[in-house]
């Protein structure tokens, strides 16, 4: 099966070599900037961001350098990733950064594009919260109360990693 998502366009252009997991958070990231902003801080727990990318949550500081050509974007503790857009310039159309199809073929980056998919068809209000510098994207890190659907979710997401590797 294969997917096409939308990345911004100056994203491409750079010409680093993005992996799907990579690909669906552009995507994701993109979406996000059509309800709030490319430029606006956003405020991102450090278990939804590894689990979009497939990271080790161990690894992510080593990993955040490739994504600073696009991103201003830090760990800011154990539980906090702060990313924000830079400048597109010439790949703004206004309020709209330009974008550009990207073909994802990996079957666990396709179910993480659905999972996000379906909350984004949703609306957007209920992924984020108020942060004094911007916006908070909560997907799925629950509070205290939501527990029970969070292990759900917990549960979908191992059957994806227990799944076999495709060629």
Do not use: C
């Not at 799907?20 to 958070?25: A, G, S, W």
């Not at 990231?29 to 278990?47: C, D, F, I």
């Amino acid at each position: 099966m294969n997917v096409r998502v939308y990345i911004p366009k100056y994203i491409s252009d750079m010409g680093i070599e993005w992996s799907d997991r990579e690909l669906v958070f552009l995507a994701f990231m993109l979406e996000v900037s059509y309800a709030e902003g490319w430029e606006t801080a956003y405020y991102m727990h450090n278990t939804d961001f590894t689990r979009i990318l497939g990271y080790h949550s161990l690894k992510v500081e080593a990993k955040l350098p490739k994504f600073r050509p696009a991103f201003k974007i830090a760990k800011l503790s154990d539980h906090t990733i702060r990313i924000q857009g830079k400048s597109p310039d010439k790949y703004f159309d206004g309020n709209i950064v330009r974008s550009e199809l990207k073909l994802l073929t990996d079957y666990k980056a396709i179910a993480i594009w659905y999972y996000l998919a379906g909350h984004m068809v949703k609306g957007l209000d209920h992924m984020f919260s108020d942060h004094k510098d911007g916006k908070e994207i909560v997907y799925t890190h629950r509070t205290q109360g939501q527990y029970e659907a969070s292990s759900r979710i917990q549960q979908q997401l191992e059957v994806l990693s227990d799944a076999p590797e495709r060629d």
